[in-house]
């Protein structure tokens, strides 16, 4: 039988979930006996989309059995998916929503299907972690993903419609990475507005824009760093070695561990190639606060009860 092979191609290779994305397919492959490529797109979907293409349209021999990826940009890339089943590579969306998937389903013979945390659960947990860390409301900075990134839409709308009312919140946009999240929060800092507003936690969509915000807080005065870097920071993904560890050494409040799914994928492809079936057209992975949001609970009303621990607007 021949060795099947997959191309998986993520976001960046600066974000610790895509990091662990790379190597769950890694082990997966290994697991699997099936040859895994990864590639990156430096957060740019017009990259992206031409490095798929570039594999689609080669010789028969090299290309593909299948294509795992996760869209860079707000585009499931429609075009390519079909220009991918029409060469007969199947086609696999991590963590985006894309409503050509039925449609493309009944026109092809390859495996076509999506998995995905569930990003409006994630917001949902994350509007509850800030209601356990805030018992008496207040107002948060909240730092999201792209604008047009479906997972960053979902996860807003769901800490929205979770958070209590008596908490208010400040948006900032950056791209999934430490780096864009130190930028926007510095620049941030840099206006009069910042020092007017009285914040209580730092909120990000993920754990590597919540480390790039401490670290752009660390760095303003002195008289005013202390302050900043008392309030509780939250973040996404909770992976073992970055934000559960963030979490049990304090840089972190709280986080949300998001399983990575590349190794799914690949066993899912893996099983319907080999038996000629098409999995269900979408898998959604539950996501899961650490710490449990009753522990956050306790921790807020122990700490309540004891010296006042809040910081003082500017």
Known sequence: ????????????????????????????????????QIIHASNDAVTQSQQLLHYIQGSAASRPDAIVFEPAG??????????????????????????????????CQVPVFSISADHEEVGKIQGRQFAALLPQGGSVLYIEGPANSSA???????????????????????????????????????????QEMHIDLVGAQDDSMAAGA??????????????????????????????????????????????????LALEMLTEAIRTGSQPPECKLIAPESVPLIEELTKRSVKADSGPLHRSTGA
């Open 74 to 107: 707000g585009t499931g890339f429609p075009q390519v998916a079909r220009a991918a089943t029409a060469a007969d590579i199947g086609w696999v969306i991590l963590n985006h929503d894309a409503d050509y998937l039925s449609q493309l389903r009944m026109s």
């Open 214 to 263: 401490r670290k752009a807080f660390a760095e303003i005065a002195e008289s005013e760093r202390e302050r900043w870097l008392k309030i509780p920071f939250t973040g996404c993904d909770g992976l073992p070695k970055t934000g559960q560890a963030w979490v049990r050494s304090g840089v972190l409040a709280a986080t949300i561990y998001i399983r990575p799914n590349t190794d």
């Open 1 to 36: 039988m021949k060795k099947l092979s997959f191309l998986i191609s993520l976001t960046n290779d600066d974000n610790d979930y895509q990091q662990e994305q790379a190597a769950a397919a890694e082990k997966a492959g290994r697991r699997l006996g099936v040859d895994v």
């Open 152 to 194: 960053a839409q979902q996860r807003t709308v769901g800490m929205n419609r979770s958070k209590p009312v008596n908490v208010q919140v400040k948006t900032l946009r950056a791209n999934w990475t430490e780096q864009s999240a130190y930028r926007a929060v510095s620049s941030w800092l840099r206006l009069r507005t910042s």
